[in-house]
């Protein structure tokens, strides 16, 4: 999210409006957009239902939670001084990030397999800069 919210201005500047999903309540939400400090550029939505996820195709598994695989990132947010909070939203479902093109073209996808696993910000962005 640090670097999200510090290469924000990026996305404006490629024509993209970022929107970050959640699958918490709408004050879980509330709460994560305050404590996050992103720009009000940044737009914050939640899906409880998680059938955004679905259609965007991420994974949804406890094994992939709380697997080895899951472990590892754990315990270097650990060591970084990171500590897991009150839990918000669906713990089994994992994230990812979509990068879709006015009409629903879809020009980038990463599907997450743990719970620390994220793309790049330049592999969000780069699809944006080809494509404009």
Known sequence: MAELRSRAEEFEKAGARLAIVGNGSPQ???AFGARSGLPVSVTLLTDPTLRSYAEAGLKRSALLTLGPRGWLP???TLRKGFRQG????DPWQQGGAVVIAPGGRVLYRFISTQPADLPAVGSLLAP???AA
């Not at 009150?86 to 939203?89: I, P």
């Open 128 to 130: 944006l800069r080809k």
């Open 74 to 76: 754990y315990i270097r």
């Open 86 to 89: 009150r839990l918000a939203g």
């Open 28 to 30: 879980m939400a509330k």
